[in-house]
Each structure stands twice: as structure tokens, then as C-alpha cells.
């Protein structure tokens, strides 16, 4: 299955440039092959 965009998710991610933005699961998984966590979970 395809990682796609959902407009009714709001995305808590201050980088709105990154071409990530707003695709968690593309997200997640490039931050998690860095080994660090997305904007999103550092709470």
C-alpha cells in the first residue's frame, strides 16, 4: 500500500518544506533509517 496524504490529519511537523511533509508513514520510516524520531514524536 502506498504512503499517501491525508488533509483530515493534522500534521504537527514544523517543517513544512521537508517533501515528507504530511505522509507519516514516509516520514517515520526516514527518520527511523537516521535513527532519530520525526518533529511529531518528540513531545
Known sequence: MACQSNPNIK?????NSCG?????????A???SQGNLP???RK
Open 30 to 32: 526516514y527518520h527511523n
Open 20 to 28: 515528507r511533509h504530511g505522509k507519516c508513514c514516509e516520514c517515520v
Open 39 to 41: 518533529v511529531c514524536m
Open 11 to 15: 500534521c504537527s511537523c514544523s517543517s
